[in-house]
């Protein structure tokens, strides 16, 4: 693999630096015949004495002391404009597979560069590569130079400054991460949950940090940015007694669910009302070890056993904790495709003040327009697109800048959020 790293240095800080430079030895120069006669300026075949030698260096000086000025009041600019190498690993299927979509937003960046794409499946162990796959893997080979491979293995050792982007089945994330950091990731945007079990992503964690220089890992939890989330928490700070229940809807029709609940056996809380659970750690300060109470709301709860897994078609439950924190996470399988935000008024039993769509009306109107366009792509990543560009745009400008990427998840945040789902998963159960 070919080394990307590009310079540090924006045009305008070289030009700035060049005029200083310019500027100094003109000083100098004009120093050296200051206050003699001309007579005197050319009598000596070395005129630079020591004190012009001395203005000489403190002008340099000077020179390195502004460009830092310049650099710490353009807000770090100097790292947010270097550009961050991309592995992709987990691409899968065009216009179905999150790593897919990931990856048309991830070409657009400017500051990013794409230098490999890992697929394990479709360019390993499947026999029936779809055409899809492989236009699109030409395509991007042949006019932008990505590297196509099935295996982390099969690349070289990564250049500095290169993220992963693990979109990969959630099963296989655990491994396929190890190989990452092995290859020199400094940085990884993992998909969330991240990791079947708490156990697998607390290991993971671990690694990252234990290496010389710890790898930053992120995850792909776009709530944590979302607009209507955003708004929702915004407006709440006004209202009295403010209670926020966070809904989410998913549009499968009851003979759907047999299906649903095999291909999602990791269960309702694990694998849909995550992204909820991600809200309540990053902003409620809600932990396992700082839950007061979980309450179902049996209204608008069921526990159903279908083809042999048990597990919720819709579920209510109010969390408290110790410090006398509490939102609402709702989540349902047979809603519809709009999820809420709901602010109430006078606590978890009162009324609803407003209610914040996602998506909207108009986003609706505009996702149907794309639809008609293109009506093979996944619907989620029309009304999630500006989360999933937002979140990445985050974590490459804190990973290049190495500051903090706002409220974007880590993975402290998804190992406490899979350990409140399989916490609260328990006591739904038991209470159902
Ligand atoms: N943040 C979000 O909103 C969001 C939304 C959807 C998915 N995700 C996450 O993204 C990750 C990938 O999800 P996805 O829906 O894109 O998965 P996917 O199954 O479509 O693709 C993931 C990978 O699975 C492999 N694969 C594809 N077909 C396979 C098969 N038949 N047998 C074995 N392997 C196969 C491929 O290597 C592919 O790259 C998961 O961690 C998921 O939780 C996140």
């Not at 310019?22 to 005197?40: C, D, I, M």
């Not at 009295?240 to 299906?259: C, G, I, M, R």
Request: charged fraction near 20%; glycine fraction near 6%.
């Amino acid at each position: 693999m070919h080394s990307t790293q590009h310079s540090t240095q924006p045009p305008t800080i070289l030009l700035f630096q060049f005029l200083c430079l310019l500027l100094s030895s003109l000083v100098s120069t004009a120093h050296a015949g200051w206050g003699k006669s001309k007579v005197e300026s050319h009598s000596s075949p070395y005129p630079l004495t020591s004190e012009h030698f001395l203005i000489g260096i403190l002008t340099s000086a000077l020179v390195c002391v502004a460009s830092l000025v310049w650099m710490v009041v353009g807000g770090g600019k100097v790292g947010g404009r270097r550009k961050v190498n991309v592995v992709l690993v987990g691409c899968g299927m065009p216009k179905k597979s999150m790593g897919w979509y990931h990856l048309t937003q991830l070409l657009k960046m400017k500051n990013v560069n794409v230098i490999a794409v890992v697929e394990p499946f479709f360019l390993g162990i499947c026999t029936d590569v779809p055409p899809q796959f492989s236009t699109f893997m030409s395509d991007l080979s042949k006019n932008r130079g990505i590297k196509f491979v099935k295996s982390i293995s099969d690349l070289d050792d990564f250049p500095p400054l290169t993220m992963v982007l693990l979109a990969a089945r959630t099963s296989d994330n655990p491994l396929l991460f190890e190989q990452a950091l092995d290859k020199g990731a400094k940085c990884i945007y993992l998909e969330k949950p991240g990791a079947p079990t708490v156990k697998e992503l607390e290991r993971m964690k671990n690694l990252a940090i234990s290496r010389t220089v710890p790898c930053r890992v992120f995850l792909g939890y776009n709530k944590n940015v979302t607009r209507y989330v955003k708004e929702a928490m915004e407006f709440s700070a006004g209202v009295e007694s403010a209670h926020l229940e966070f809904v989410h809807n998913n549009a499968y029709k009851k003979s759907e669910l047999v299906e649903c609940f095999t291909r999602n056996s990791e269960g309702m809380l694990k694998n849909m009302a995550i992204h909820e659970l991600a809200l309540l750690v990053s902003f409620f300060d809600v932990r396992v070890d700082t839950v007061f109470k979980i309450t179902v709301d049996k209204s608008k709860s069921e526990k159903l056993t279908l083809g042999g897994i048990t597990d919720f078609s819709k579920v209510s439950f109010q969390v408290t904790t110790l410090a006398g924190a509490s939102a609402t996470v709702t989540a349902d399988r047979c809603a519809g495709t709009v999820s809420f935000a709901n602010v109430k008024g006078g606590g978890a039993e009162g009324k609803i003040v407003k209610s914040f769509a996602c998506p909207t009306a108009e986003e609706t109107a505009k996702v149907e327009a794309q639809k008609k366009a293109d009506p093979e792509i996944m619907e989620y990543f029309l009304t999630q697109s500006d989360d999933y560009d937002m979140l990445k745009t985050n974590v490459v400008r804190a990973f290049a800048d190495g500051t903090d990427a706002g409220d974007v998840a880590t993975i402290d945040v998804a190992i406490e959020a899979l350990k409140l789902a399989e916490f609260a998963t328990k006591s739904l159960m038991r209470q159902l």
